[in-house]
């Protein structure tokens, strides 16, 4: 093959080729900051060159090999697809991907005598100030390195470009090829470099345009829904509150405008206090006419009542989702008959990137969606379509469509929230009393994040009600009652998360303020455990 060609669009953008690393994603996350279009395959899925290119959504204007757990020329060790070097593309290798890319060519790869994790120091060999890949580097930086193999001998033509302070090569590039190659990770925020060498790699060497912007989404992401759903196609967007949704279902409306969406927001009695008014005037103000609240309260106190186990919990949950759901298609279906007019043809989801790619490198871009992500079962049960218009974007990028919608901040830049509510907050059995407690206790917290400019700063926060009781000693009596968590993480995506370091000061006022004010508390703890190894929700 002599150059990616025929290909259907005009959207450029990078190819990367997932080999398994837990950064692969970030890699797309940091290319698409700097304005430049980038998705993730699965190379094995890309082997067959014009034919599997073609089907590419965008030209390849440059490729990244992402890093992987395979040590190269080991069996099964993923492989390269033969077109890369010789399409006439920029292509980065990044640690698996630099190995694979010397031991392609005729270098040497060997195990590591020292494996390198975490935290190295990185220099630039003399001259390579200049080296394209390293403008505006300094000689000596921080990068993040995770690695077990190491290229011992580059191949003929290549020259290194960088070593680690431990001797080791840490970049290279063809002489006169537009091959590069980094053995530390430049994606992670460690590499105090990163940014400016993939900068460098997209703008200046694959000489990409950086348009990828707020407007380009909303423009894609409207032109997708109106091809999908087409010009007689109606869609339901289940609404959560949360941002996906509340921002696809204004995508929807302005792609097909109001006749033809209706948002239903499901009242499960599992929202956060005052939630149900609120989303629902939001979507109103947004210029949905067709908002539709399911009440649902006693449905879902019913289907919980005496259950533990928080499997279950969610099982039940779903269950109820589906049959409310079902229900909701079916009336709606039979009363637009009687008009003469068609039912739902698609369902709206506020799927994003993240939950399309599968974990560990294989199957990128097939649909897989977390289950819990959705309310799973919907689709197949309801025999609706699925309109999913943010399949290929991060979180950031479809907040990002929502402010350039005009949506109000407070929409867009709200905590995640998880499909079955209030209910992952109640370890224990969940009744109305508790979910009561619940919401008065949550709702302290996060008016009092709001108040001292502090919301933002993490990327969630929220209550949770404890099954346990202690003591407590209030004015003459003593106290037997409920012990409530906050917890508040910062994090990018939710698969991991630090403790927020909220102020002390702070803390101790919110748990006065809950304790004085919420019957039934009487002890407040913060949460201060990573994920891993614990997890965002207590369930
Ligand atoms: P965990 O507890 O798994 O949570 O660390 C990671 C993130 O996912 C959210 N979460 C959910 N979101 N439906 C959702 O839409 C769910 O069933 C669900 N369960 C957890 C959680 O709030 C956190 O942001």
Known sequence: MTAMKSVQTEKHGILVLDYGSQYTLLI??????????????????????????????????GVILSGG???????????MPRWVTPAAVPVLGICYGLQLLAHVHGGRVRAAAKREYGRSHVRLSPGAESHPLMRSVPRDSVAWMSHGDDVEQLPEGWVQIALTEGGVLAAASHVSKPWYGLQF??????????????????????????????????????????????????VLVACSGGVDSTVLAAVVEKALGPDRVTAVFCDTGLMRKDEVAWVSDALRGMGLRDVRVISAREKFMKALSGVIDPEEKRRRIGRLFIELFEAFATEDKKHAASLGLHGFSHLGQGTLYPDVIESAGHGAGAKVIKTHHNVGGLPDRLAL????????????????????LGLAPELVDRHPFPGPGLA?????????????????????????????????????AFAVL?????????????T??????LRAVTSTDGMTAEAGELPFEFLTT???????????????????????????EWE
């Open 510 to 536: 919110v748990a006065r303020e809950i304790v004085q004010n919420v019957r039934g508390v009487n002890r407040v703890v913060y949460d201060i455990t990573s994920k891993p190894p614990a997890t965002i």
């Open 424 to 460: 992952v907050r109640i370890p224990g059995e969940v009744t109305p009393e508790r979910v009561a407690i619940l919401q008065e206790a949550d709702s302290v917290f996060i008016n009092a994040l709001r108040k001292s400019g502090l919301y933002p700063k993490v990327w969630q």
């Open 185 to 234: 990770h430049p994606e992670v925020e460690h590499t105090e470099a990163g940014r400016q060498i993939l900068e460098n790699f997209a703008l200046n060497i694959c000489r990409a345009r950086p348009d990828w912007t707020a407007g380009t989404m909303v423009e894609e992401a409207i032109q997708k829904v109106q091809q999908d759903v087409g010009p007689h196609g109606r």
């Open 28 to 61: 797309a996350r940091r290319l698409r900051e700097l304005g430049v279009y980038a998705e993730v395959h699965d190379p094995a899925r890309l082997m067959h060159e014009v034919l599997d290119l073609d089907h590419l959504p965008f030209k390849p204007i």
């Open 480 to 485: 037997y009652e409920n012990v409530v968590a």
């Open 69 to 79: 757990p395979d040590s190269v020329g080991e069996k099964g060790a993923r492989l």
């Open 466 to 478: 404890l099954p346990v009781q202690t003591v407590g000693v209030m004015g003459d009596n003593r």
């Open 385 to 404: 379509k699925l309109c999913e218009p943010f399949r290929f974007l991060f979180k950031d990028e479809v907040r990002a469509i929502g402010r350039a």
